[in-house]
T-cell receptor
């Protein structure tokens, strides 16, 4: 089944403890992206990747890192999480940057205390 | 980023039509989209419209695009309880950009 898989689905952590949210797609998509969803703010893009080893900042990149060493994987790294990074995170992928559709993962609900 | 505005909430009675509206600022999008997010799930592409079209119909869904006013709407005919979800308007300039989402509640 074609899908984007995120792990974990739920995570509670403490301020300052490094964490990684994994994202993997099995559709050979070139383009991948991370979003955070907050009430009343919709989805805001954190980082995106046009292809392997090509990443760029979205609208809200502060406090996050990403890497794209393989086509299928696009992990989101929080080196020192803070409570304002408590949010619902989505990974998404697309055939290419210009392709019309996105496939979304099921989301990761992160709470930083 | 681009500015996409939607009303936050909409309630309709089962069987009525729902109309969800969206206004956007970026006129360069080739496609405009509607995504649906059910509770606890990611976003799913519902439908999309090419920027040179005024209307697109797909079963119970009708998308209207007014490029002059930069206004996009989604009409759901014969709304069912299973249509309760958050609906996001989205466009694609250099990147995808999403609206704030409209939470649709269908009252039985």
């Amino acid at each position: 089944e074609a899908q984007v898989t995120q792990n974990p689905r739920y995570l509670i952590t403490v301020t300052g403890k490094k964490l990684t949210v994994t994202c993997s797609q099995n559709m050979n998509h070139e383009y991948m992206s991370w979003y955070r969803q907050d009430p009343g703010l919709g989805l805001r893009q954190i980082y995106y990747s046009m292809n392997v080893e090509v990443t760029d900042k979205g609208d809200v990149p502060e406090g996050y890192k990403v890497s794209r060493k393989e086509k299928r994987n696009f992990p989101l790294i929080l080196e020192s999480p803070s409570p304002n990074q408590t949010s619902l995170y989505f990974c998404a992928s697309s055939l290419s940057a210009s392709y019309y559709g996105y496939t979304f993962g099921s989301g990761t609900r992160l709470t930083v205390v | 980023g681009e500015d996409v505005e939607q009303s936050l909430f909409l309630s309709v009675r089962e069987g009525d039509s729902s109309v969800i509206n969206c206004t956007y600022t970026d006129s360069s999008s080739t496609y405009l989209y509607w995504y649906k997010q059910e509770p606890g799930a990611g976003l799913q592409l519902l439908t999309y419209i090419f920027s040179n079209m005024d209307m697109k119909q797909d079963q119970r869904l009708t998308v209207l695009l007014n490029k002059k006013d930069k206004h996009l709407s989604l009409r759901i005919a014969d709304t069912q309880t299973g249509d309760s979800a958050i609906y996001f308007c989205a466009g694609r300039g250099n990147q995808f950009y999403f609206g704030t989402g409209t939470s649709l509640t269908v009252i039985p």
